[in-house]
């Protein structure tokens, strides 16, 4: 078991053994990902066939690549998908052919106000073929004759998911998903994986009201597929949930909120935020970009929210070879683990509780309450006769942290004190 | 049928036609005005006996005038019926006298503080008489023997009102209420009647859900008796309305809401204010004045607005001479009537859509997507997402028109096409 | 019968005559304060011997005092009760010792940063003894050997508390409660008793809509005794209640709202209190700290809020000889008798009306209406119209001022004459 105190150090060590691998939303990357992702938590692979039609879609061809390069008219080697995976676009058909400068123009791809960065492109669904590259190599291409190899295959295969059910003393769950279709970029998305496989550890070893559905899907299609088959005892029993994504920068933190907006996700996220990170951005769901798409659709309707650092789609590294691990830290990561604990935390602890006296409870002769009258009380003792002025069965615990003013975890041991004299219960 | 280019041109025209007939709460002057409307739409006009009961109120004696002058001490005419209808209190009973200054100064009313403008007075329900004139004018009157006529008569009648149904495909209904009991005023009040008028001719060669209720009705007395016999058939059926006046000048856009405050009318008179004419003034209910009051009375209780330019009762020129055809133009009418026909058009529109898949359908194969991924959609495709995460059979486009922050017009092309495509209904 | 113009100096006497009794929550100087008001009303007392169980709490025993004093090493009696009773804390045992100074330290409470008053502390539920002194006097104490006598008893007795019912025309029940268990000090408290006392003259010879449930009771204890027989009755039958505390100082108005925050007591206090007194200050009920604790307690629930001039714990007299007889004023005491006599009569007045006819009613027919129209109504006849509108049996009136942004007390000439001609019924 590891330290918490290293928690964050071996959480970026994770992301370094998964960037390498050529990740999309089906193939041997996928496999590879959740492969490694087993030696730290006892995730089931799930294998959905193409053509298997989910919801409104069909599972596509699984891709696979073996290598991809482009020859300048010297011969020499320019754009090397085994450099750097970026450099091929996702779910590019293969092909061997000999272009002009002009005709391979129209199949690469690079971001003139951002020279340096290689873009991150996918095709998924039309067979088309290209190639990323940095602007500032694009604009030294001289006309002559390229060649251009790529040696990938898009056939009947299957779509592989990671999934572990980890039971508590209820069926109600807590819903936690994340990503790994994304090849070598590390917040969006190495943070997610990462930080929801040590949260899976932590979990197991924590006593548990709640049961932890947690899945490691492909974006979009691998929602929506999880969703097909498993949708309607999700809404019956999914009580809370968390898309796991861009957690490892240490920018401020973002929130997105569920499409309902004020679900018990909704509630704990930002009643959590607001202590321990209050310079955090609410985002509004018109912004939303991951799979809380899914996830929030009407008809489906879970309470998912996004708790993240620099949100998807806002920060210049976005979907570059620019969000690499030096973007990503050890501490940026371990701060999210911390705030994603917090919030489990409240949830479990999250309890309607109701004083079990009709008026205030004589506190003195429990020990409860200071001897000598004559001003008004403080500290814990004027916490314990918040909760119980508050304690009417209507206010959880995410409610009387708003009313009091305090943070949740200020009010766990007046509630453990009153709920141990049997002053409260929830 | 008019172009619409030329639409604000026809309605000054239509005003200058109506302006100088002498109306009252009844009539001839109601009944000319009526007839001139039906060259332009197929009103039905209807006659209520005078000693009708009309909920707390009886319909009053119908008033003619036919002339009403005064002499002055050498015979002059100084003031003329026949000159402004203004000058005459409005239900003046006949008289043939002649009187002192002094006598003569009770039965006189101006405004000294705009001592060229003549007002506007009526006394419906108590018999008196009386001139208005300009307080120039006035301070000009001479000791000496006045004669003073008022050929008029106030007998058994009836009040008048017309009356315009525009079937739909529902029995579902629209309200538009106007009032032509005021004489020779133009924004309050021809050009209520005059863009209803033309609104009318609209509705009738546009597709319609909605049947449409139109009345043309003296104002207090006359929504009274309307509501007496119709008010249990329009609480059933009325799911929005607008009283019509007002609505001529050039300046700011007001808004009365309703009672309630909150209905479909509301609702969509604000959304499209809002995005139209984003400098418009809400005013309280408080300060009501016109037709809703009885509309929208406890009991009664239908959804009417109004909307606006300069409001009654704020304007300086209001219920004088000085609200004539220069203060109410051709581009004032044309706002106005392309504002109601704005919000007509949502409330047509204003389905609760609902999306017929779970999670986000594939947009990609309906050619509905851009097939290269990487970057967050745009444009039309965001604005196709936006609505079918919240098409939850919960929002109608009123409301998505407030959560995605777009005017409605810009979402019926998404909305049209997500229709087309099968992929929402309403 | 004492004029209302001599109220406050009535007040401010009958403070002046209690000031000098020594009350605790138990014994004699309860008693003989209750006797002394019941020259005023006709208080039933009620005596619970002590031991018998009230909720959580079992009453105390009775505590009596005849004198205690500090004999320093001269011989000088410098500490004594019999010059100011809060020189004993409240609940001292009965004590003949000789001490050294730096044992007697131990039993003296002073504040070093008021260093001229005399602090107030008790100690009902611990045995103790203790003096409280000036800390000026405090720092004079030289070595040696000091006498301190107490010549109190704490035995079986009983708690004794005051009630008073005022029978209404119905059920429904105003609770007013006030406590009557503080030694020498004048806000708080002897300014709720004594407003409350001739408030409940004044409600005697009121006509009343309702029943009138006052009680003077100790703080804490005392309402928990009295809510242990009476909760049950009193949760059917009590629509609205005040605490009454710290009403006789001339500073700004303070509110304190039940727990709830929004029951009528709530909303007729603000009311008053906007338009009274629209500086006042408005505190969480996070900030109580008198009987409120009780009624509003989960489970109890009542409806009681607490109208103040200079609240509890935040004015630097507080709880010190400095609450005395010249920062409770006439004046203060009179301003808050008003107060209070305002929020009493708004929830007499309080009806929920309703318009017995469809659309306004024809006002000019009933001499209700000016006959000469043109321009708005203002005045008498702006406010009936507003009730009119407004009353749909929805409003009581304490919404309608607010909805028409009046005072309550400006509408009910208005609500009286509707009322008369048969146009609103409640």
Redesign the interface.
């Known amino acids: 078991m590891v330290p918490e105190a290293q928690v964050g150090e071996e959480m970026h060590k994770l992301a370094s053994r998964l960037f390498p691998i050529c990740r999309s939303i089906t193939g041997s990357g996928v496999r590879e990902t959740l492969t490694m992702l087993q030696e730290y938590v006892p995730l089931t692979l799930n294998e959905v066939p193409s053509g298997t039609p989910v919801?409104?879609?069909?599972v596509p061809r699984e891709w696979n690549i073996r290598d991809a390069y482009i020859l300048d008219p010297q011969g020499n080697k320019i754009v090397d998908f085994k450099r750097n995976n970026l450099h091929i676009?996702s779910y590019s058909v293969p092909i061997d052919v000999e272009l002009s400068l002009a005709e391979l123009q129209k199949h690469l791809y690079s971001l003139p106000e951002q020279p340096d960065a290689i873009?991150?492109?996918?095709?998924?669904?039309?067979e088309?073929w290209g190639f990323c590259l940095t602007h500032t190599e694009r604009t030294k291409l001289k006309n002559g004759s390229y060649r251009v190899v790529i040696d990938s295959d898009l056939k009947n295969g299957s779509l592989t998911y990671g999934e572990l059910i980890i039971p508590g003393q209820t069926e109600k769950e807590i819903f936690i998903s994340t990503y790994i279709c994304h090849p070598s970029m590390a917040n969006n998305e190495l943070s997610g994986p990462v930080v929801t496989t040590f949260l899976a550890q932590w979990l197991a070893r924590m006593p548990r009201r709640y049961t932890y559905r947690i899945v490691f899907i492909p974006e979009?299609i691998g929602?929506?597929t999880y969703?097909?088959s498993h949708?309607d005892a999700m809404k019956r029993n999914t009580i809370a949930g968390f898309n796991m994504t861009c957690m490892g920068d240490e920018r401020a933190y973002s929130f997105l909120p569920s499409?309902a907006g004020n679900s018990l996700s909704d509630r704990v996220a930002r009643t959590v935020l607001s202590h321990r990170h209050p310079e955090y951005v609410e985002y509004s769901?018109?912004e939303?970009?991951s799979d809380e798409?899914?996830y929030?659709?009407?008809?489906?309707?879970l309470p998912i929210v996004s708790i993240m650092r620099s949100k998807y789609?806002t920060f210049p590294e976005y979907?570059t070879s620019l969000d690499n691990l030096t973007f990503v830290t050890a501490e940026g990561l371990r701060s999210s683990y911390e705030t994603m604990k917090d919030c489990l935390l409240l949830i479990e602890q999250n309890y309607f509780y109701?004083?079990t006296?009709?008026?205030?409870?004589?506190m003195?002769?429990r020990g409860l309450y200071p001897?000598?009258?004559?001003?008004?009380p403080e500290g814990q003792v004027r916490m314990m006769?918040?909760i119980?002025?508050?304690?009417?069965?209507s206010n959880d615990v995410a409610s009387l942290s708003s009313?009091?003013?305090v943070a949740p975890w200020e009010l766990y041991p007046a509630l453990g004190t009153l709920r141990s004299a049997g002053l409260i219960r929830g």
């Not at 929030?296 to 309707?301: A, F, I, N, R």
């Open positions: 919801f409104d879609w069909i676009v873009p991150y492109v996918t095709s998924y669904y039309e088309q979009t929602s929506i969703l097909s949708a499409r769901f018109l939303r970009g798409r899914q929030c659709s009407p008809g489906v309707d789609n979907h109701q004083a006296n009709l008026g205030e409870p004589q003195g002769r001897t000598l009258g004559g001003k008004v006769m918040h119980l002025a508050y304690a009417d069965g009313i009091i003013g």
